[in-house]
């Protein structure tokens, strides 16, 4: 999980621009998705090098703080290096998005850890 954590939170990013393309009507179109994705996913990359992710990747501040900076320096890289759209609303979802997901994917796996570590500890102790 340490060193792969980073692809949950790229399928984050990737299935939120395949969900927004299919819900604008957008026919499938990799390079689309991929046009879509990529200043998000150059943002998370620069998040997780400040951040140092890799040494606690189920941290819930480190998701949060993820899907923060993927949505703010995927939006700047969007509007002045692309010079894409930026309308409120897909700020707002994105971000809803990224948020719930990001963090929501370590709250399942620390829960499962947990689960896991109670359970070992109970038969242990019988």
């Known amino acids: 999980m340490r060193r792969w954590f980073w692809v949950l939170d790229a399928s984050v990013i990737i299935s939120f621009a395949f969900i927004g393309s299919d819900f604008h009507g ?4 990799f390079a689309g998705i991929l046009g879509i994705s990529v200043p998000f996913l150059m943002a998370l990359a ?3 090098f400040v951040l140092r992710a890799w040494i606690k990747p189920l941290s819930i501040l480190n998701g949060f703080l993820l899907a923060v900076i993927s949505l703010t320096g995927g939006m700047l890289l969007r509007h002045y290096v692309w010079g894409d759209g930026t309308a409120r609303t897909f700020i707002i979802v994105a971000g809803a998005y990224f948020i719930a997901l990001m963090v929501g994917w370590r709250l399942v796996a620390l829960g499962v850890a947990w689960l896991a570590g109670r359970s070992r500890n109970a038969s242990t102790a019988t």
């Open 46 to 48: 620069g998040g997780i």
């Open 26 to 29: 957008f026919t499938f179109d």
